[in-house]
C-alpha cells in the first residue's frame, strides 16, 4: 500500500477487500523482504503492522520492515503515518 494507507482502504483502491484472516500469513519477514526493500527486519507491534518504514523522516525506524509481534495488533483498518503495508486482499463476494 501506499505511505499512511490502511489495508481497508489498500484494498478498496483495488476494487478488493482485506482479509483479517490472512494478515497473520504475511506478518513474517519473508514476505515483507519479497514486497519491500527492508534495510533489516524485526518484530514491533501496532495495528499498522507488518508494514515497511517509508519515512525517511523517521530516521530510527527508516526502511526497516516490522512484522507484528503481538497477534492481537493484527487489524486491517490500521494505518501509520510513516510506515506502507502489506496488506493482504482479496476478491469481493457476491
Not at 484494498?11 to 519477514?29: I, R
Not at 527486519?41 to 525506524?61: I, L, R, T
Request: charged residues 20%.
Amino acid at each position: 500500500g501506499k505511505q499512511g494507507q490502511s489495508c481497508t482502504a489498500v484494498c478498496e483502491s483495488a476494487g478488493k477487500v482485506c482479509s483479517a484472516e490472512f494478515l497473520q500469513s504475511v506478518n513474517n519477514c519473508d514476505m515483507l523482504k519479497g514486497s519491500f526493500p527492508c534495510s533489516s527486519c524485526e518484530g514491533n507491534f501496532g495495528y499498522d503492522q507488518p508494514a515497511y518504514v517509508a519515512n525517511a523522516a523517521n530516521k530510527d525506524q527508516f526502511g526497516k520492515c516490522l512484522y507484528n509481534s503481538k497477534e492481537t495488533f493484527l487489524s486491517c483498518s490500521g494505518a501509520h503515518a510513516d510506515t506502507q503495508r502489506l496488506c493482504p486482499c482479496r476478491p469481493k463476494q457476491g
